[in-house]
Nanobody, 120 residues
């Protein structure tokens, strides 16, 4: 079993910053990628940013230049630095881990989600 614990959400004014963290623990054999998704009220969950084990990153067009994803492999932790936040960034943010177990089977896990609210 792999557990993901997210932290760092909250209420921030437009133009402000937040940093999300997601720590993975448990039966981790190999992490292929970790990422952040978000789901606003009444909308589908969407990719925000992802980073592979090799450090390659991918961002949604709506956050390019404002958000930065990074990873500490030694701590099995991924971060999302969010700057210049906008009201439309308001959503529940979920961490996702794509991994491979010792048998070679691919799997993925979701975190419980953390609320980010951008409002004056």
């Amino acid at each position: 079993q792999v557990q993901l614990v997210e932290s760092g959400g909250g209420l921030v004014q437009p133009g402000g910053s937040l940093r999300l963290s997601c720590a993975a623990s448990g039966s981790i054999f190999s992490i292929k990628a970790m990422g952040w998704y978000r789901q606003a009220a009444g909308k589908q969950r969407e990719l925000v940013a992802a980073i592979t084990s090799g450090g390659s990153t991918n961002y949604a067009d709506s956050v390019k230049g404002r958000f930065t994803i990074s990873r500490d492999n030694a701590k099995n932790t991924v971060y999302l630095q969010m700057n210049t936040l906008k009201p439309e960034d308001t959503a529940v943010y979920y961490c996702k881990l794509d991994g491979q177990n010792y048998r070679g089977t691919y799997y993925f896990n979701w975190g419980q989600g953390t609320q980010v609210t951008v409002s004056s």
